[in-house]
């Protein structure tokens, strides 16, 4: 008797597993670079048995789903996509990196070239003094280049 309520309530549990993963993908489905997860029955099948009153999610694994999402122009010269496999590498606060596909990138007030978060593209990409915003441009093949002091031929700043 005990033993067929904890299948029913794996079971339960389970389902309620699938429907918190549907209500987050669903949430975040505006979210730029955000990649939608599912849940695999076998995550559920490898659960040890807990005692009474635990959470069985605590071992629950999503997998993210890596493909590639829908492109929006935004008419932004700074905001790029990736068409395939990669990621944008940024540096976090804390000096670790981490990896992203959200390219809605801004110039911060160093002159620096940072994600929607603050966090630092890397390699670095620091305009120079006296760029116009204007001419910032961003090449398919991701290099960035700027025009100077209302000069003619665009500099080469860096590459994403």
């Known amino acids: 008797m ?17 429907i918190d993963t549907i209500s987050n993908n669903l949430s975040n489905v505006n ?4 990649k939608q997860q599912r849940v695999e029955f076998e995550d559920l099948i490898y659960q ?12 629950t694994v999503t997998q993210r789903i890596m493909k590639q999402g829908s492109l929006q122009n935004t008419g932004v010269d700074t905001d790029v996509a ?9 540096q976090k606060f804390d000096g670790s990196y981490a ?17 929607s978060n603050g966090l630092r593209v890397q390699p670095e990409i620091i305009l120079p003094e ?14 960035v280049a700027v025009k100077v002091n209302g000069g003619n031929e665009p500099v080469d700043v860096g590459q994403l």
């Open 2 to 18: 005990v033993r067929s309520l904890w299948t029913a309530a794996t079971g339960m549990n389970g389902q309620q597993s699938n």
């Open 99 to 115: 990896y992203t596909r959200d390219g809605s990138f801004k110039v911060d007030s160093t002159g620096q070239l940072v994600n």
């Open 130 to 143: 006296g760029y116009d915003v204007s001419t910032l441009t961003i090449s398919q093949d991701g290099r």
């Open 48 to 59: 040890n048995i807990k005692l009474a009153g635990t959470p069985a999610t605590e071992d």
């Open 82 to 90: 990736i068409v395939g496999e990669g990621f944008f590498r940024v």
């Open 31 to 34: 979210t730029t670079g955000y």
